[in-house]
């Protein structure tokens, strides 16, 4: 490995001085107190008073140090196509994930609905709740709701119709749900209506009619299964998660 300098001369890092000679690509001449374990064992030299240094902890070679004599180090990039980290690793601040993240083993914390256990625990428990601190409550009080669960893959659209007979859906459902598979739920307010569904146009509008053919006033719920993803298996034979005969889109194989 070649190390080349901007500039040349001697400068004074921790625990000695370091003379840079012009004719040598790379010359580190320990000058002054006898090198010690607080000493820089690599210095990237930009000025001699600009300078990145990876040195020991004073103490013992139990702990490394990369850092710049004058302040924080903008970036640091590795260019590698796998790094690893052998023990624990600790982010002070926020982590950016530009590809995929693969976890094998538990995530935990009390950012994730508090949840103590790993994707795989937590799909095993008989059902899903979100726990939080009671909103209305005093601290002493905590609320849990339990997730809505069946045997599909299903997406729901819930609103209020006012003096009018169309239930307009999403846009998007045309490409995330099957068309056939829409069910409505109707419940009138102000009067009895005697309230039906007329028909549904190309999975995005749902005709609302009653009895005397009038605009209606109704609250609804509007239930369809994905398109997008494989037809959930409800029951298969197996002993774990892992056994599941079809898409594994969470990757616990």
């Known amino acids: 490995m070649t190390f080349s300098f901007r500039e040349y001369g001697t400068f004074s890092g921790p625990g000695a001085e370091y003379k840079f000679r012009e004719s040598d690509d790379f010359t580190n001449i320990f000058e002054g ?7 820089v064992s690599m210095v990237l030299l930009s000025t001699p008073s600009d300078y990145v240094y990876l040195h020991l902890d004073g103490t013992s070679t139990a702990n ?25 690793v600790t982010i002070d601040q926020n982590l950016n994930i530009l590809g995929t993240l693969n976890v094998i083993g ?15 625990t937590a799909m ?12 209305s409550k005093p601290e002493t009080h905590r609320l849990r709701y339990i997730s809505l669960e069946g045997p599909e893959i299903a997406v729901y659209f819930r609103g209020k119709l006012e003096n009018t007979n169309v239930i307009e859906l999403p846009e998007y459902w045309k490409d995330l ?53 494989e ?3 409800v029951e298969y ?14 990757n616990l194989r």
């Open 106 to 120: 538990a995530i935990t914390g009390t950012t994730i609905t508090q949840m103590n256990a790993s994707i795989q």
């Open 124 to 135: 095993s428990l008989p059902a899903k709740p979100f726990d939080i601190p009671h909103p």
């Open 64 to 88: 490394v140090s990369l850092e710049r004599s004058t302040g924080p180090i903008t970036q640091f990039f590795v260019d590698a196509t796998t790094s690893y980290f052998n023990g624990n």
């Open 33 to 39: 107190p006898t090198f010690n374990l607080d000493d």
């Open 177 to 229: 749900i099957h068309s056939e598979s829409i069910s409505v739920n109707l419940t009138p307010y102000g009067d009895y209506q005697e309230l039906y569904v007329e028909k549904i146009i190309l999975g995005q509008q749902i005709i609302v009619r009653n009895r005397e053919s009038e605009l209606t006033n109704c609250y609804f719920t509007v239930y369809a299964e994905r398109k997008d993803m």
């Open 231 to 233: 037809k959930l298996i």
């Open 237 to 250: 034979e197996g002993s774990s998660l892992k056994d599941y005969p079809g898409q594994d889109w969470l």
